[in-house]
């Protein structure tokens, strides 16, 4: 069983930055980030893989937003800069055992418990 907390989130203005944490207590195949505003399904943000680093990001946050980990703290990093209102979400933190597992929600076994993001306009 893997464990995962977050921390973070906050009410930033548009044009802010935030940078969410994601503690982990083991370490698995990859990491991501999703989102989820009310009323939306849940929406991929990003990955990065423990082994190598290698990142994946959707075009909607892409050159705004930087996943890292720091393997000796086991943790993982989401940078967000530039905000805009739609950003505004919950945040959570996911662990997949697979290494490369892609960016659909079902392939994340573990999740952390979610933190607010709110980018006012």
């Known amino acids: 069983q893997v464990q995962l907390v977050e921390s973070g989130g906050g009410l930033v203005q548009a044009g802010g930055s935030l940078r969410l944490s994601c503690a982990t207590s083991?370490?698995?195949?990859?990491m991501g980030w999703f989102r989820q505003a009310p009323g939306k399904e849940r929406e991929f943000v990003a990955s990065?893989?423990?082994?190598?680093?290698?990142?994946d990001y959707p075009d909607s946050v892409k050159g705004r937003f930087t996943i890292s980990r720091d393997t000796a703290k086991n943790t993982v990093y989401l940078q967000m800069n530039s905000l805009k209102p739609e950003d505004t979400a919950v945040y959570y933190c996911?662990?997949?055992?697979?290494?490369?597992?892609?960016?659909?929600?079902?392939?994340?076994?573990?999740w952390g418990q979610g933190t607010q993001v709110t980018v006012s306009s």
């Open positions: 083991g370490r698995t195949g990859a």
């Open positions: 990065i893989r423990w082994t190598g680093g290698g990142t």
């Open positions: 996911a662990a997949a055992m697979k290494i490369f597992p892609g960016r659909a929600w079902s392939q994340y076994a573990y």
